[in-house]
């Protein structure tokens, strides 16, 4: 099983995504951080916040959807109906 704070990195590997590759993506969904902050926040999710998690497990969850994959990060924040 692998820990909660290094679940962003086993799904881009399993994703088959390089970290620059991931960069990419995350800048694309808006994403700002630099490419180092951005890979350490991978390597151990508690140094990032709940959006840029959201971030990146978006950009992986894409690449999986491109994949015929389900979406298998979860997300931090859930979104609110009102």
Request: charged letters at 20%.
């Amino acid at each position: 099983m692998v820990s909660v704070d290094r679940e962003l990195d086993h799904a881009r590997q399993v994703a088959g995504l390089t970290i620059e590759q991931l960069w990419l993506a995350y800048v694309g969904l808006g994403g700002t951080s630099s490419l180092a902050v951005m890979a350490s926040g991978v390597a151990d999710s508690h140094l990032i916040t709940a959006h840029e998690h959201d971030l990146i497990g978006h950009a992986i969850n894409e690449r999986f959807m491109d994949m015929d994959q389900d979406y298998p990060v979860p997300y931090r924040r859930q979104a609110t109906i009102r």
